[in-house]
Each structure stands twice: as C-alpha cells, then as structure tokens.
C-alpha cells in the first residue's frame, strides 16, 4: 500500500489561508477607499459652504460701512447741536473737561458708535469751540475799545458746524447708495440693516451645517480594532501562508512533527478572523443604537419645540 505524499496538505493549507488574505486583504481595501471616498466628498462641501459663508461676509461689507457712514454722521450732527447748546454755559475762567462734556452727552443718548474716532471728535471740535469762544470775546474786547470794526466774515461758529455731504466713494460699486443728505436714507438704512440680518442668519445656518458635517466627519475612522486586524493578516500570512511553503517538500517523518502545528495554527488564524468580524459586528450595532437613539432625542426635541411654539399660543387663544 502506497502512502500519500504528505507535500499535498502542506499546499493545499498554504493555497486556502493565501486565498483568505486574499478576500480580507481585497474587502480592506475597498473598506479604506469607500471611507477616503466619502471623507473628501464632506471635506469637499464643507469647502463649498465655507467659500458660500465667505461671500455673504463680503456682501455684508459695503453694507456694513454704510450704516456706520451714517451712524458716524448722525453721531457728528449730535455732538454738533450738543456743543451749540453748551456754547452759552461755557465759560473760559472755569471750563469744563472733555471727558464732562462726553459724560454728559452720552447721558442724552442718540450715539450710535462710541470708538476712539468719536473721542478723537468730539475732543477736537471741543477745542475748535473753545477756541472760537477765545476769539469771539478778543474781537468783542477789541470793539469795545474801537480797536478792530466789527468783522463782517463769515462767522467760525457757522463754518465749524457746516454740515457737508458724505464722501461715499469708498463703498462698493454694486451697491448703489442713497446720499445720506436725503430725506430717504433711512429707508435705505434699514433695508442695509434687513439684508446683514437675513445674511448672517444664513451664515449662522451654514455654519451650524459645517458644524454637523465636522461632525460626521470625525465619525469616519478606522476601526477600533483595525491595528489588530493587520497584526493578524501578518500573523496569518507568516505561519499559514509562508511557513506552510517553506517546508515544502517534506519527508514523512517532518510530516508527522509539522502537520499537528500547522493545522493547529490554520484553526487558530480561522477562529482569530471569525473573532474579528464578530466584534466588528458588535462594534458596529452598538454604534448604530447609539446614533439612532441620538436622532430620536433630537427629533423629539424639534417636536417638543414645534408644539411649544405652535400648539401652546393657539390653544391660549382659543381658551381666550
């Protein structure tokens, strides 16, 4: 009786555990590639949503420059009739400072933009109106004395106080802007103030997309347990694929040394990957529980709203 050659076993372990690789290997692969894939398509629309967020900024620009233009104008014309008012209470002999004089205008309200341009203001035409009380009481010490004929120039109170135009120039050319000498400009003011607040309700909007997508984002990973998944195709490949191989060819008496071990080490690789994807399964059910649970608290949240919003007022109405 012939006895089989032993060199049989030995391939055909090597050729099975090289066709396992093989698929786990292969399935890996498109596993990685899928999750590259779906990584750079969100990466790719929270660039969109970025460049779209941008824009809406820089459409708020010119918008944004114009309501100051005529915040700082009408802040101008306030510090102006404030002073015109104080002109006759100021004296020389006991001045009051420039921070009285903003105490005491601001406690009157109507500023709109309180910065170093509207100290710097107020300061410099404080002076401009210390000065020309200077002036006006030597020309009238003058007069007095027959020294100087009254001067018939254009008053400095008047030209100090000259109200001109804004310079628009500076504001975007897509934006056709009203004078600010018109008697409608604030209708254009507030239709500035509605487009910059339905503008950065959409910024908000995308901003909070960006924000969810981050999120789903952070969420495509390896694996917890991937490190262990190629330590394992090493492991396999060596003792299963290679060593199987580097025995051949094999006498009779290896065989029965090598063939225990051999075969005991294909069980273990085999059971080592069913206990991988068994735990991948589990990893992944659990993941799912908790993201689904996650929407339905969310949901329920949005509904809760919904009814409080809703439901709530126009019951209160019918009860009325």
Not at 226 to 235: A, N, T, V
Request: some cysteine.
């Amino acid at each position: 009786m012939s006895v089989p050659d032993p060199n049989w076993f030995y391939s055909a372990i090597a050729q099975s555990a090289a066709a396992i690789v093989g698929v786990i290997c292969a399935f890996v692969a498109s596993w990685v590639m899928m999750m590259a894939s779906e990584r750079s398509q969100i990466e790719k629309r929270i660039n969109e949503i970025d460049t779209e967020i941008k824009e809406l900024k820089r459409q708020n620009v010119p918008l944004l420059e114009y309501i100051e233009e005529v915040d700082r104008k009408d802040d101008e014309e306030s510090v102006d009739n404030f002073l015109i008012s104080k002109k006759p209470e100021l004296d020389l002999e006991n001045l009051p400072t420039c921070d009285k004089m903003r105490k005491e205008l601001l406690e009157g309200g109507g500023i709109g933009i309180l910065d170093e341009k509207f100290d710097s203001t107020l300061e410099e035409k404080y002076n401009d109106l210390i000065e020309m009380i200077r002036q006006e009481k030597e020309e009238a010490v003058k007069f007095e004395k027959e020294e100087l004929a009254p001067s018939k120039s254009i008053s400095i109170f008047s030209r100090l106080f000259a109200k001109s135009l804004p310079d628009l120039t500076d504001l975007k050319n897509s934006i056709i802007i009203q004078p600010i000498a018109n008697k409608h400009k604030y209708d254009y003011y507030k239709d500035c103030q509605k487009i910059i607040e339905k503008n950065n309700k959409e910024i908000s909007y995308k901003k909070a997309k960006i924000q969810e997508l981050q999120r789903q984002l952070s969420q495509i990973v390896l694996p917890e347990h991937f490190k262990g998944l190629i330590f394992y195709l090493i492991y396999f490949t060596i003792v299963v694929v290679i060593l199987p191989l580097w025995l051949l060819p094999i006498t009779s008496e290896q065989h029965l040394f090598w063939k225990p071990i051999v075969l005991g080490l294909f069980i273990t690789g085999l059971f080592s990957a069913f206990l991988y994807i068994f735990i991948e399964i589990k990893h992944a059910t659990k993941k799912t529980k908790q993201c689904l649970d996650g929407r339905l608290k969310l949901l329920v949240r949005r509904l809760a709203g919904w009814f409080t919003t809703h439901i709530t007022p126009q019951k209160i109405r019918d009860t009325r």
